[in-house]
Structure formats: structure tokens, C-alpha cells
């Protein structure tokens, strides 16, 4: 199935390319775990800070469950990062 | 020590100038700068006196830390009852100017009267003179900065400066110092500017001595830059992104004002976003971001200086703004374009230009924009008002022309300087003026982050997310997360925030520090610079007597509790998309714990308790 995977900041560089606006359309398989993802894409788990379904947060140890993501999901991550 | 134990009186009625020793007993209930300068203006100054008269005063103040080599020790900040408000108002800025007035040997200077014609203030260590200003006045920031330095011969002396739009009386102009850094908000310019001083110029060469302790020093110093490097935000995250690298985070989780925030997500976050700064222009090749700036001493390093497209609209017949200047910040970003609707990138660096260059809060500006914007679409205002031109959300054209117009004050510029709150009011639509207590919000959607609402609404100075920044715990997980949408545990954490956040604010550091540090590593430099025991404890009740007297000062002032709301938008209309879609902030929920917290009766005023707890003036 299809889901977009958007990676921001230093994560940028990380995404397939033709990405825009730091977003990717990936096929995923629809066991995958948030992780899967993230290792699939090289990003090192400890800077997947801030992850985002359809903008809700993921704890870290939630990452590990099959099926977290159906069809047309936006998957966000971010390293720590801060503003105001 | 590390305070200098004196401060700088100026009479600007009298023209004269004097020095004073500092209240020490105050110095060790306030620390300094925010809490030790509001201290003093709550002994001195009626609360109900017109913020624009002559019997308001202007108090520049820094921090015991301030000048010393710790990280970020570069801040000092402004004091005065506001013009927008009516309440008490403190704007905090970096740069270099803080540094160096404590390097003159003061820490603070308190501005009284009001001149009789525009004068400015030139500090060289230990003299002071009042000269006058009358070239100068009408002149923007840049301008007149140019003509001072010009005229001392010395690039080192830092100027803060008012611009056009204070002279004109825009309800939020700022005080800028070294051109782009601005104690930004509440219009402590406007009161600068009422008072006929145009400029204040800062030379100092004594260095910061008094250190209490300077080996324990060095060593909290070294341990607490060590903390910075090594913290992945304050490391690597905001040096290379700053704080713009919000604009996606926040559309994402869905608390993105939107077009005067009606919406909460805007399609065009991306192109005005951290991330975009760093892509190249397809006109010139060149990013917008040409690098990160630094204020003094500080080793994050989040400051942006950028570029505008030369071939932009805006500049492309101005090649005075083909500079490299300060660029966008997260809450300029977010008021000049999500606000606003508008998604060019240059439109808004333009704007951004003309907000250092006259002195203008931009996040209060584009809200106000955005109010007008709303105010255009139902019919309110009209062409015949704006002189022909279609202010629509979205047009970059509209926000760079209101840009010029506020900045010098201009046709229906006056109207826009008036802030979002009494436009509304003017126009028969005060439901659509997005404030709290009359300042505009800054760049979070209390729909979306519900701690934010209650950090909004009970703020002292207004709408602001520097009094207690809840989005950090919300969203970025500092100290650690809480998840937006409840309410559950937020009036205790808005309580913790904006106490630690009163301290960090009166110590001469930078509140970013706080996305590394926790008071257990800001109170250790601060005992060791200063006489006495500094303690985490310690600091945070200092910052939580502040929170009380400044509480005080704005309800002696006419503020009622019932001003402690947000707008009837944020409460009742819910959001349209996104994860907080269905939602308003449930502020009711909050808000009795919350005062419950704060030791205040349920109808939040200060009981009798807890004004003998922080023995509170008066
Ligand atoms: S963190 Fe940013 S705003 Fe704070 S002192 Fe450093 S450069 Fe200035």
C-alpha cells in the first residue's frame, strides 16, 4: 500500500529522490512497523524524534507494532529540533 | 556580585542624568533585568497612568550574567507599562547592546519625563550626555544607526534605536538594536519614541568584574556550554534550521493559525518554512538563508541572515534591500505568511526587512494585517479605505505595501499601527481581533496545543508564547512530552514555565538555552557569579514573585481576572482539520486549577496569603 513519508530537517537528505516539499510517496507493506520504515530509510532510530501519524505522536516504544499505518497515512519525522 | 551595583537615572524633562546605587535588597528578590526592573517600575510608576504620557517610564535593563562569558549571556530587556495593552510590558532582546551597557559599568538605565525635542542617550563607560536628535528624528533604524556610527567613529558602539513607525505612534513598534535584533513586543518603541529619545549609543570598555567566585564560574560556564553543544536542538538543530524549522512541525500536528486564524494548517507552510530557506532560488541559485548569526556570547548560534531574490517585486527596483540582513524567525514567519495567507518566501523577507528597518513587531504587524485581511473580505473595510489596494488573504502584493505604510506611518499605515485590537474595534468587528488583553498571538493554535491556550490567556503581557512555551513539553518533547489535545496536568505546567521562564528571563541568559538546560544548569552560574545562595529552588521563586507582582501591577491597572479568556474563535469555532479537528480549547477546564496553583482566589485575585508569601509591593 501506498503512504507518504515526510523527513525533515537534517532528515531531508534521507528521502528517495524526486521528493517535494519533503514528502514521498513509498510503497509499504502492511505489516510494516513504524521502525521498518525508518531503518528502510536510513534513518538512525535514536534522531526519529518526533514521529508523526497524520500529525499525532508516536512514542518510541510504539514504534515496534505491525500495522500501525493503513493506506494514504502520512508518516512525519523530524530530529529533535526547537523554536519558539 | 556580577551586578554592578549601579544604575543610570535619566530625566528627560530636565535633561539631566545621574547616578544611583542599585537596590540590593531587590537585586536578591528579582535577580535583575525582567524581575529587578519591573520591581522598579512598580514602585515608581502609577499603574493607571497613560502608558503614552510623560509619567511612564522606560527602563533598560540587564542581567547579573549579562557581559560575562556564559552562553548567551547577551540579553537585557525593556520595561514599561504598554501603549497596546495597558498592562505591564517587557520585551527582551539579544544582540550585542546588553552586553555592552553592562560593560559601561550599569545595569540598568531608567528613562523619566519626556524630552521637550528628540534627543538621543550616549553612553561612554562611566559618562553619560543627552544630545540632541532633531537630524535624526524621521529617520528609519538603519538610517539613523548609519548617521550615528558615522558620526563616533567607533563600529563597536551599540545603538538601539527607535524607527518611523514608534514616531508615528504604531501601538507596537520596537526598540532595535544592532539593526536587527528588537525587544520586539508590546510597543515598548511607541513609549521610547512618546518620550522624544530616538536613540540610545553604548560604548563600553570595562569588562564585567565583581564575579563572586571566577574559577567556580569558569567551570559552570564550561560545564553548561558543554550541555549546548552536545544537545541535539541546541547543537545542531537550531544553529542550522532556527527556530523556522517550527513552520512544518506545527502545520503538521495541526496548530498552524491560519489566514487570522480561522484555520489551523496552511497548504503553503512548506514554502516558507526552515527547509525552504535552505533550498536554492531558481532566479539566482542562491538560498535565502545565507548563513546563522550569533547574539553576543552565545555558542547555539540560531540567528538567521538572509537574502531577498533580487528579481523579487519588491526589491527589484530597491537595490538597497540586495543586503544581507536578519531574516525570518519562526513567529515573524508564521504572522507575515500562514497569518496572512501569503506563501512567498521574498514577500515575507521583505516584510521582515521593513520590520527591522522601522522598528515594527512583526508578529504583532502581520496578525494585524491578517485582522484587516478578514476586515476586507466581509466588506468592513474597503478600497476606498486602503486607497485602492485589494488587501486579500494571500497577496504578497498587499503585505509588502501595509509593510511600507506602517513602517512610515502612512495613509492607511495608521490605521494598521494601531494592532488588531482596536482596528477590529474601529471597523465594527472587535470579534475578529485575535488578542489576549489586547496584544496579537504569536504562531500556535490553542485548538491544537491546549496548554498554549491557558499559557495565552493568563499571560501578563498579552498574547505571547514567551511567557510560559507549553510547545515545547506539547509537541517537541522538552522536558518531555505531553500530548496537545488533553488538558489534563497543563495548569501545573504552565505554572512550572512561566516561573522558570520569569528567572531565566531576569538572569541575562537566553530563554533557548531552556531547550537544553534546566534550571539545575542556569543556577549554578548564576550562584557563582552572584553574592548569596542561587539554588534552582531559589530561582524559581524568584520567577514565580515576579509572575505575582507583575499579576499585581496589571490588575492595579484595570485589568480584571475576566480578561484571563481568548478569543471567542478559539473557544467556540473548532478546528477544521488535522488532528485537533472537532476541537476548541477547552480553557474552562484549566483555568480554576490554574489559579488554584497560583495560590489565587477562585476568581483569580491574588489572595492576601500569597501577596505576604512573595512580601509583594504595595
Ligand atoms: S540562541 Fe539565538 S536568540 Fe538566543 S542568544 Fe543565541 S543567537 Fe541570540
Redesign the interface.
Known amino acids: 500500500m501506498k503512504i507518504t513519508l515526510?523527513l525533515?530537517?537534517?532528515l531531508?537528505d534521507l528521502l528517495p529522490a524526486g521528493a517535494v516539499?519533503?514528502a514521498s510517496s513509498i510503497e509499504i507493506d502492511e505489516a510494516a512497523t513504524l521502525n521498518h520504515i525508518i531503518d528502510r530509510y536510513r534513518v538512525p532510530r535514536e534522531?526519529a524524534?518526533?514521529v508523526?501519524i497524520?500529525?499525532?505522536?508516536v512514542?518510541d516504544t510504539d514504534r515496534d507494532q505491525p500495522g500501525a499505518l493503513v493506506e494514504g497515512d502520512?508518516l512525519?519525522i523530524?530530529?529533535?529540533?526547537?523554536?519558539? | 556580585m556580577a551586578w554592578t551595583r549601579k544604575l543610570l537615572r535619566v530625566n528627560l524633562t530636565n535633561g539631566t542624568v545621574a547616578e544611583e546605587g542599585l537596590n540590593m535588597g531587590w537585586a536578591n528578590d528579582y535577580l535583575g533585568q525582567r524581575g529587578l526592573a519591573t520591581r522598579y517600575l512598580v514602585d515608581e510608576i502609577d499603574p493607571q497612568c497613560d502608558p503614552l504620557g510623560p509619567d511612564n517610564k522606560l527602563i533598560m535593563a540587564t542581567g547579573p550574567l549579562t557581559g560575562t562569558n556564559a552562553s548567551t549571556a547577551g540579553r537585557y530587556s525593556v520595561i514599561c507599562k504598554s501603549p497596546l495593552t495597558g498592562a505591564v510590558a517587557c520585551s527582551n532582546s539579544g544582540g550585542f547592546i546588553g552586553a555592552e551597557m553592562k560593560m559601561a559599568g550599569w545595569d540598568m538605565v531608567i528613562f523619566e519625563g519626556k524630552a521637550a525635542s528628540p534627543v538621543y542617550l550616549h553612553i561612554v563607560d562611566g559618562v553619560a550626555k543627552l544630545e540632541p536628535a532633531d537630524d535624526l528624528w524621521g529617520k528609519s533604524v538603519w538610517e539613523a544607526d548609519k548617521a550615528l556610527h558615522a558620526k563616533f567613529q567607533d563600529p563597536q558602539t551599540r545603538i538601539a534605536l527607535v524607527g518611523r513607525s514608534a514616531e508615528q505612534g504604531c501601538l507596537y513598534a520596537a526598540v532595535v538594536n544592532d539593526l536587527h535584533r528588537a525587544a520586539g513586543r508590546s510597543g515598548v518603541g511607541t513609549v521610547m519614541a512618546s518620550k522624544n529619545l530616538k536613540a540610545v549609543a553604548i560604548r563600553g570598555t570595562q569588562g564585567v568584574g565583581n564575579i563572586e567566585d571566577p574559577k567556580k564560574f569558569m567551570e559552570t560556564v564550561k560545564a553548561g556550554k558543554a550541555v549546548l553543544a552536545e544537545?541535539?536542538?541546541t547543537g545542531?538543530?537550531?544553529p542550522?534550521?532556527?527556530?523556522?524549522?517550527?513552520m512544518?512541525?506545527i502545520n503538521?500536528?495541526?496548530a498552524l493559525p491560519t489566514r487570522n486564524m480561522r484555520e489551523v494548517q496552511f497548504e503553503g507552510a512548506?514554502?516558507v518554512s526552515?527547509?525552504a530557506m535552505h533550498e536554492p532560488r531558481k532566479s539566482d541559485g542562491k538560498k535565502n538563508l545565507t548563513t546563522n548569526g550569533a547574539c553576543f556570547s552565545c555558542t547555539i548560534a540560531?540567528g538567521r541572515i538572509s537574502t531577498i531574490d533580487r528579481t523579487h517585486f519588491s526589491v527589484k527596483d530597491k537595490p538597497e534591500y540586495w543586503i544581507n540582513s536578519g531574516g525570518l524567525?519562526?513567529?515573524a514567519a508564521w504572522a507575515l505568511g500562514p497569518d496572512t495567507g501569503v506563501d512567498d518566501m521574498d514577500a515575507l523577507t521583505y516584510a521582515n526587512f521593513l520590520c527591522n528597518e522601522d522598528g515594527m513587531d512583526p508578529i504583532s504587524f502581520g496578525s494585524t494585517v491578517a485582522a484587516a485581511m478578514e476586515l476586507y473580505e466581509i466588506g468592513a473595510i474597503t478600497d476606498s479605505h486602503t486607497g485602492g489596494m485589494e488587501l486579500k488573504f494571500g497577496s504578497a502584493e498587499a503585505l509588502c505595501w501595509a509593510a511600507e505604510k506602517v513602517a512610515k506611518g502612512e495613509g492607511f499605515g495608521k490605521d494598521l499601527g494601531l494592532g488588531s485590537k482596536k482596528l477590529c474595534e474601529k471597523y465594527g468587528h472587535p470579534e475578529l481581533s485575535m488578542t489576549v488583553k489586547g496584544q496579537e498571538f504569536p504562531a500556535y493554535d490553542p485548538r491544537g496545543m491546549q496548554g498554549m491556550g491557558l499559557a495565552y490567556a493568563t499571560s501578563n503581557r498579552g498574547a505571547c508564547?514567551?511567557r510560559g512555551?507549553t510547545?515545547?513539553s506539547e509537541?517537541?518533547?522538552?522536558p518531555e512530552?505531553t500530548?496537545p489535545l488533553h488538558t489534563e496536568g497543563k495548569p501545573g505546567l504552565v505554572k512550572a514555565f512561566q516561573d522558570a521562564t520569569a528567572a531565566v528571563d531576569s538572569s541575562g541568559l537566553c530563554?533557548?538555552t531552556t531547550?537544553a538546560w534546566t534550571l539545575d544548569d542556569i543556577a549554578p552560574q548564576v550562584d557563582a557569579a552572584c553574592e548569596g545562595d542561587w539554588s534552582p529552588d531559589r530561582m524559581l521563586e524568584v520567577g514565580e514573585r515576579i509572575w505575582n507582582m507583575e499579576r499585581d501591577f496589571n490588575m492595579k491597572a484595570g485589568i480584571a481576572a475576566s480578561e484571563d479568556t481568548l478569543p471567542k474563535r478559539l473557544l467556540s469555532e473548532s478546528a477544521n482539520s488535522?488532528?485537533a479537528k472537532d476541537r476548541v480549547c477547552d480553557l474552562d477546564k484549566m483555568l480554576p486549577e490554574y489559579y488554584a496553583a497560583r495560590g489565587w482566589s477562585s476568581d483569580g485575585s491574588i489572595t492576601s496569603e500569597t501577596r505576604q508569601k512573595f512580601n509583594l509591593p504595595g
Open positions: 515526510k525533515y530537517a537534517t531531508s516539499a519533503n534522531l524524534h518526533l508523526l497524520n500529525g499525532v505522536f512514542c502520512v512525519a523530524w530530529p529533535p529540533v526547537a523554536g519558539g | 544537545n541535539a536542538v545542531q538543530g537550531l542550522t534550521y532556527g527556530t523556522q524549522v517550527l512544518n512541525v503538521e500536528v495541526g512548506s514554502k526552515g527547509e540560531c524567525e519562526y513567529e508564547h514567551l512555551y510547545a515545547a509537541i517537541l518533547g522538552i512530552k500530548d530563554v533557548f531547550f488535522g488532528p
